[in-house]
């Protein structure tokens, strides 16, 4: 598929900026770049800016709503991954398992439940990661990382689910190296090697800290267009 013409510099675009970001940041930890997966979190975003990222060759992409995700994607599917980043609600399972290859915020029993179910139903399951609320913020989503390890074992053993890693999201007005760090070390003692960790304003701290993939939106978009 060939480039237009008036993005045939790539080298300058926001895309590339982020992946020599990402391979610098991997090399200073002493990582292998190829270690780490970038999610272009496209939520909220006319086609016309994500078309470029595409054509650029971006394949994996971070949704907040599953009906936002079917109307964009669902017609587009072919050669991509698609990761759930946003809340599931438990009447949207059926949709989501059926669109998504990786959903990043399993964070309750009544959910792992119905994932369970619609995976037993559907013969395949997406990779799943658990969300862990590291701050224990009363408006944010996850299991709490007391309860993280409790849970873990609930998923694997009661409901027989693939738990593929772990995931968080920092309060915005705490550094995040801790709530990376600690993201790490329940992963470690639980075999769990993938860490969906970092976004624009964070994620060469969070390579530093591990992070397998990283969600950036407004560095790779600009601001998110207001909701209409």
């Not at 959903?103 to 792992?112: C, G, N, Q, S, Y």
Request: glycine share 8%; with cysteine.
């Amino acid at each position: 598929m060939s480039l237009p013409a008036d993005t045939s510099d790539y080298s300058a675009s926001p895309l590339r900026r982020i992946q020599a970001r990402i391979a610098a940041a991997a090399r200073n930890a002493g990582r292998d770049p190829t270690e780490v997966t970038l999610t272009a979190v496209s939520k909220q975003q006319p086609w016309a800016a994500i078309e470029p990222l595409l054509l650029a060759g971006q394949t994996v992409f971070g949704e907040n709503r599953v009906q936002e995700a079917l109307g964009r994607w669902g017609q587009r599917r072919g050669g991509l991954e698609l990761r759930l980043i946003g809340p599931l609600q438990t009447n949207k399972t059926r949709d989501a398992v059926a669109l998504f290859d990786v959903i990043e915020t399993l964070d309750r029993e009544r959910l792992a439940e119905h994932l369970a179910a619609e995976a037993q139903r559907r013969g395949q399951s997406p990779r799943l990661y658990i969300q862990v609320n590291t701050g224990e913020e009363a408006r944010k989503a996850g299991v709490s990382p007391l309860d993280a390890d409790a849970f873990i074992g609930l998923c694997r053993n009661r409901y027989d689910l693939p738990i593929d890693g772990l995931m968080c999201i920092p309060p915005e007005d705490q550094p995040p190296a801790p709530h990376f760090a600690l993201l790490a070390k329940i992963a470690e003692r639980n075999g769990l090697t993938r860490l969906s960790m970092g976004m624009s304003a964070d994620f060469e701290i969070a390579i530093r800290h591990g992070a397998t993939s990283v969600r950036v939106g407004s560095a790779l978009f600009g601001p998110r267009p207001p909701l209409s």
